[in-house]
């Protein structure tokens, strides 16, 4: 079965600062991997995707994050953090193991503060 | 702008009332899901529809009750809910088939307080 793994629960930077936030992932085929942002009280919001082409992704709101099949990673960064990206981001696998219906298993999220 | 859209927002309920939860969306997405999440927590998945049959089932109560009535539309319904069942409810779809990489669209939820 496929799982996700978050590092840190909440990461603080200083706006201007290098966001990076880390997952790692586990899975028994080739996966499909994806980050969302959950602004409070919204639904979740697709930030970027990984499904076998680039293993450099870029997303939304100057996101990106890169797939190392080596180190079964899928870490987000961000160049320059900004107030408005204060929110809880999930990393995410699509379980393709069978079926026609795919089964996303999220991480236990991450928290973005950014201080003035 | 969400493309899947949940109603009501919030919703306030005793736990002898029977309400429902209403999720559209016009993407032409086979797929749909609904989600439970607690706060702080990452979303629980509760019920898959895929083309209008319920295809997994995660052992949620049956006190919800889901309902797919066409491939736009999702309900779940509520009935003698427990406090321990508030949350925000997400509803999501998704394409079926060769395109589907699993990416779900998500609405913006109704927050449900049991009293």
């Known amino acids: 079965a496929q799982s996700v793994t978050q590092l840190g629960s909440h990461v603080s930077v200083s706006e201007g600062a290098l966001v990076l936030l880390r997952c790692n992932y586990s899975s028994s085929v080739p996966p499909y991997l994806f980050w969302y942002v959950q602004y409070p009280n919204q639904g979740l919001q697709l930030l970027l995707k990984?499904?076998?082409?680039?293993?450099l992704v870029k997303g939304i709101n100057g996101f990106e994050a890169e797939f190392k099949k080596s180190e079964t990673s899928f870490h987000l960064t961000k160049p320059s953090a900004h107030m408005s990206d204060a929110a809880e981001y999930f990393c995410?696998?699509?379980?393709?193991?069978?079926?026609?219906?795919?089964?996303?298993?999220f991480g236990k999220g991450t928290l973005l503060t950014v201080n003035p | 702008d969400t493309e899947v859209t949940q109603t009501p927002k919030h919703l306030v309920m005793g736990m002898t009332n029977k309400k429902s939860l209403k999720c559209e969306q016009h993407?032409?997405?086979?797929?749909m899901y609904w989600y439970k999440q607690k706060a702080k927590k990452p979303p629980e998945l509760m019920f898959v529809?895929?083309?209008?049959?319920?295809?997994i089932n995660e052992s949620v109560p049956s006190r919800f009750s889901p309902e797919c009535p066409n491939s736009s539309l999702l309900n779940l319904h509520l009935h003698a809910l427990q406090p321990e069942d508030s949350a925000l409810y997400l509803c999501?779809?998704?394409?079926?088939?060769?395109?589907?990489?699993?990416?779900?669209?998500f609405g913006e939820g109704s927050r449900l307080t049991v009293l």
């Open positions: 993407m032409g997405h086979r797929a």
């Open positions: 995410a696998v699509s379980d393709r193991s069978g079926g026609s219906n795919y089964k996303l298993t």
């Open positions: 990984y499904t076998s082409a680039a293993t």
């Open positions: 529809y895929s083309y209008e049959k319920l295809s």
């Open positions: 999501a779809s998704s394409q079926e088939g060769g395109s589907n990489t699993g990416e779900l669209f």
